[in-house]
């Protein structure tokens, strides 16, 4: 896959001309991001209807309709974060991965667990990849910089972000403990479950399709009752893809292409936080199909 071009998900559309201004260095980016984004439940400004709604925007080109709607001037223009775009990790990793593929600078979402949030917890999170020529260079895009992280946030190590299919991998093997991964220690989207759905969307963002973390299709499902081993194959190909592997890489396309229960259709299935109910949303029109899914 080429990471340099835009995916339906990323594409800014008719607003890109926004995205030339914005600052080639990471730093100077992501704190565009920042500025752009808040998070819906971390920002410190309670959020309700319309603009709570907003966590469900899931392309680029509506964030920044959204934000142009609401402040209509340049993006690194200050906002005040009452007037920020709602969003989570995800909004945050898609936008700066819409602004690197801009300028041609291969970027991708990655799908897993950060271990540096709560002691003890691993909350579900999306970072984003960018290609500097060497290597991918792994960026926190939501935080901002600072000692007391005890890394650098704009070229993470290994170990401070853990892939879906990595954490899937050591669950398995009873290494670690499910019920320390997920969105919250006092929530029960957590555990085994909760792991398997990631791997499937790891899959579909490095496939090009940036879905919400809250999107449900093929064989994602709330429990474990299931055969279990398809999961294994796909978190070792996953892993084994990172490695470098090529060969793994080719398969993991083709089972994306081929297999329904690994990419979503035309339809999926919306879970949205903010507690409406479950809806089907047609991925082509933009638009939800009905109010509710059985």
């Known amino acids: 896959m080429d990471y340099s071009k835009q995916s339906a998900y990323s594409d800014p559309g008719a607003h ?26 971390g920002g410190g400004v309670e959020f309700t209807g319309e603009h709570l709604e907003e966590v469900n925007n899931r392309w680029v080109e509506v964030i920044l309709a ?25 909004d945050y990793a898609l936008l700066t991965v819409s602004a690197l593929r801009h300028k041609g600078i291969p970027a ?12 003890g917890f691993n909350h579900d999170h999306v ?31 290994a170990g401070r972000f853990k892939s879906a299919a990595e954490v899937w991998k050591g669950f398995r093997s009873g290494e ?12 029960p989207l957590r555990g085994g479950w909760f792991i398997r759905d990631y791997v499937f969307l790891q899959l579909a963002h490095l496939q090009g399709d940036e879905l919400l ?31 470098g592997d090529d060969t ?4 993991l396309g083709n089972l994306y292409r081929e297999d329904p229960d690994l990419h979503p259709g ?22 939800k199909v009905d109010a509710e899914v059985g």
């Not at 995205?19 to 920042?34: C, E, R």
């Not at 973390?213 to 990172?242: F, Q, V, Y």
């Not at 035309?266 to 029109?285: A, K, V």
């Open 16 to 41: 890109a001309a926004l995205l030339d201004a914005l600052p080639s260095d990471i730093p100077g980016l992501t704190a565009v991001i920042q500025n752009v984004m808040i998070h819906y439940r």
């Open 248 to 251: 793994a890489t080719t398969k």
């Open 66 to 90: 959204t934000d142009k709607r609401r402040n209509g001037t340049p993006l690194a223009t200050p906002r005040e974060p009452v007037d920020r775009v709602a969003g989570c990790c995800r």
């Open 127 to 157: 970072v984003v990849e960018y290609w500097n020529g060497e290597r991918w260079v792994m960026v926190d895009s939501q935080i901002e910089p600072g000692e007391h992280w005890g890394f650098d946030v704009h070229d993470m190590p």
């Open 176 to 187: 670690l403990d499910g019920d320390d991964y997920g969105v919250d220690p006092g929530l």
């Open 213 to 243: 973390l809250w999107d449900g299709w093929g064989a994602m499902a709330d429990h474990l009752d299931m055969d279990l081993t398809p999961t294994d194959e796909l978190a070792a190909l996953l892993i084994a893809s990172d490695a």
């Open 108 to 119: 991708r979402t990655r799908i897993g667990f950060a271990t540096y949030f709560l002691p």
């Open 266 to 287: 035309p339809r999926i299935t919306l879970h949205s936080p903010t507690g409406t109910p479950p809806c089907s949303i047609d991925l082509t029109t933009r638009q």
